[in-house]
T-cell receptor, first 116, second 113 residues
Framework: AQSVTQLDSQVPVFEEAPVELRCNYSSSVSVYLFWYVQYPNQGLQLLLKYLSGSTLVKGINGFEAEFNKSQTSFHLRKPSVHISDTAEYFCAVSRDYGGSQGNLIFGKGTKLSVKP | ETGVTQSPTHLIKTRGQQVTLRCSSQSGHNTVSWYQQALGQGPQFIFQYYREEENGRGNFPPRFSGLQFPNYSSELNVNALELDDSALYLC????????????FGQGTRLTVV
């Protein structure tokens, strides 16, 4: 069975500092991994995705993530955060062979709080 | 703007009642998925519809049901509401196929009292 664990429920960080949000997964099949962001009272927006190929994936808003198969991890990073990055971040794995995003298993989320 | 719209945005219902939530998918998308997001939790997959047929279901009881219409819009129906059904309900539309992106609506906040 597939599952996703986000290791930190809350991450406080100062503006312009680097941040890493951790995600570990378990899957017995090919893995397709995603990071979404959710701003207050809004739906989810895709930040980036790993389907195959290069293990370093670049997304929107300066975020990137690295797929590490041996450590079953897909950590999200940003070298310098802004106040506007304050939001909740979700890691997800696709249930579907081929990695379509209509059928996802999400982690419980990490609340990123950027302080001035 | 993603083009996925959900209605209503907020709703309050009494335990035991029935509710219908609606989702208009993005133009060109033929697949709609519904998720339940309880407070402080990640979204949980309820079911998916592809070309008007249910195409996968999560661990939700039969009182959660759905429909997809010829224009690919969708409804989520919940019967015999329970207090634990209080949550944000998210709809996502996509096309079928490898790696296709799902676009989420802003959700319907359901409160059961």
């Amino acid at each position: 069975a597939q599952s996703v664990t986000q290791l930190d429920s809350q991450v406080p960080v100062f503006e312009e500092a680097p941040v890493e949000l951790r995600c570990n997964y378990s899957s017995s099949v090919s893995v397709y991994l995603f990071w979404y962001v959710q701003y207050p009272n809004q739906g989810l927006q895709l930040l980036l995705k790993y389907l195959s190929g290069s293990t370093l994936v670049k997304g929107i808003n300066g975020f990137e993530a690295e797929f590490n198969k041996s450590q079953t991890s897909f950590h999200l990073r940003k070298p310098s955060v802004h106040i506007s990055d304050t939001a909740e971040y979700f890691c997800a794995v696709s249930r579907d062979y081929g990695g379509s995003q209509g059928n996802l298993i999400f982690g419980k989320g990490t609340k990123l709080s950027v302080k001035p | 703007e993603t083009g996925v719209t959900q209605s209503p945005t907020h709703l309050i219902k009494t335990r035991g009642q029935q509710v219908t939530l609606r989702c208009s998918s993005q133009s060109g998308h033929n697949t709609v998925s519904w998720y339940q997001q309880a407070l402080g939790q990640g979204p949980q997959f309820i079911f998916q519809y592809y070309r008007e047929e249910e195409n996968g279901r999560g661990n939700f009881p039969p009182r959660f049901s759905g429909l997809q219409f010829p224009n690919y819009s969708s409804e989520l129906n919940v019967n015999a509401l329970e207090l634990d059904d209080s949550a944000l309900y998210l709809c996502a539309s996509s096309t079928a196929g490898s790696g296709t992106e799902a676009f989420f609506g802003q959700g319907t906040r359901l409160t059961v009292v």
